[in-house]
């Protein structure tokens, strides 16, 4: 075995490593390793979570029965099909959105058709709206605008792949025990070896640059047993948004979904151990593939100070989202108005005790500061929703977890001795 010609170190020292009579050797420290596992120890280069790009575009027929818009408000390219008439963008509203030719574009595969209706999406809005005491005026004056909700299609890009992970861990058993006048330490050094594979189906990453993934995100899941092939007449009476976000981008979201998943999945399985860390991890993935869908989303924005705020509610399953900032007129006003309520309600009990004097009342102070901070702190709470998505859990495809490497294996150990000290001792 050409050992000589790798140069591995000690892993408790860090001191070069030779080979004697089958071992690995540190002349350093002492410590002795099987040539197995420092080998083990080894995660090689490169990996990546790649996925081939889809290829079909519009057809001349899709062509003909297709028309599409540009909104001359903010940009964005849209399409429906031919006998439908869009009189307003669904983002931004506006009015004046421009016919344009259908040129190029992948083509979706699948579509999933609206199952919740316009007077059920208006009824998600208004319930959210209930006792939200810090939503700011604008979006409240927005509810006059639940009738201006539009329907939308997203398109989304699906990412399917079967995942490897070679991941190595350092692993430690930390003993205590007590030894006469000594408290010992005992650390047991672990090398930690998991390797698997897991097939992850239909991860959606949206393909609308309009809107932000932590509201795509967090209207997931869809149900893609609903879906049906994509062609123009299924678009009727709703505008479509193009995949406008550059495919390496969303590829790069999906790939790190895939990568967590499967990072968590290997490390669950490392147990019985004080302390794990992660030492090296080689993730690569294969038969990656990417189909474009089109997803319902019903859809209200409103712009304050520039910045357009979207609610959104998914039109399968009903799930709304949003991304509100609390008001902060309505924050300090509420701030206020509990601090003086509780204040002013301790310093009455105080006075009822006869126990009004300057330190009370700062103890007074201070929880009635505190509780205005859980007020406004939990209604601001109340308004937020949207939250991105940090791995793909939940398409996983199942069953598709298995463990091939499961590898644990001793190292080396560290002593650490400390002198008790006693509590009588002279000195
Ligand atoms: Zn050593
Ligand atoms: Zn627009």
């Known amino acids: 075995m050409p050992v000589s010609t790798v140069a591995y170190n000690c892993p408790a020292c860090g001191a070069p490593l030779a080979y004697q009579g089958g071992k690995l050797v540190c002349a ?218 550059d495919a390496a981008a969303c590829e790069a979201r999906a790939a790190q979904r895939v990568e967590n998943s499967i990072a968590q999945a290997m490390r669950s399985t490392v147990t019985g151990y004080t302390n794990v860390m992660e030492r090296g991890r080689n993730i690569r993935a294969e038969g990656g593939r990417v189909t474009p869908v089109l997803m319902p989303v019903w859809l209200i924005t409103t712009e304050k100070e520039g910045k357009t705020y979207t609610f959104a509610i998914n039109g399968q399953t009903g799930k709304l989202t949003c991304d509100v900032p609390a008001d902060t007129g309505k924050s300090l006003l509420w701030g206020f108005g509990t601090f003086a309520g509780v204040f002013a309600l301790c310093a009455a009990i105080l006075y009822a005790m006869a126990m009004m004097e300057s330190g009370t009342l700062l103890i007074a102070g201070i929880i009635a500061l505190v509780a205005a901070f859980i007020v406004v702190g939990g209604l601001t709470a109340q308004l937020r929703q949207a939250a991105h998505q940090s791995a793909a859990a939940d398409y996983v495809r199942s069953g598709s977890f298995s463990l091939d490497v499961r590898y644990d294996r001793f190292l080396y150990q560290n002593v650490q001795r400390r002198r008790i000290e006693q509590p009588n001792q002279k000195r």
């Open 28 to 245: 350093a420290c002492g410590n002795q390793y099987d040539l197995d596992v420092i080998e083990a120890m080894q995660v090689a280069d490169g990996g990546g979570v790649a996925f081939a790009a889809p290829e079909e575009t519009f057809t001349d027929g899709d062509a003909q029965q297709m028309q599409a818009y540009i909104c001359q408000g903010c940009g964005a390219e849209l399409m429906t099909e031919d006998t439908t008439t869009a009189t307003e963008c669904p983002y931004c509203g506006s009015p004046t959105i421009l016919p344009e030719r259908i040129e190029g574009g992948v083509r979706p595969e699948y579509v999933v058709p609206f199952v919740v209706t316009k007077e059920q999406a208006q009824q998600q809005f208004t319930e959210y709206f209930k006792g939200k005491k810090l939503m700011p005026n604008v979006f409240l004056d927005g509810r006059n605008r639940i009738s201006e909700m539009r329907r939308l299609f997203v398109p989304y890009w699906l990412f399917d792949c079967e995942a490897r992970a070679d991941i190595v861990y350092d692993a430690q058993k930390r003993q205590v025990r007590r030894e006469g006048d000594w408290e010992v330490t005992y650390t047991d050094h672990y090398i930690v070896r998991r390797g698997g594979t897991m097939g992850f189906d239909a991860i959606p990453v949206d393909g609308s640059e309009k809107l932000d993934n932590a509201i795509t995100e967090s209207l997931e899941p869809y149900d893609l047993s609903a879906a049906v092939p994509f062609e123009p007449a299924v678009l009727a009476g709703a505008l479509a948004d193009h995949a406008d976000v």
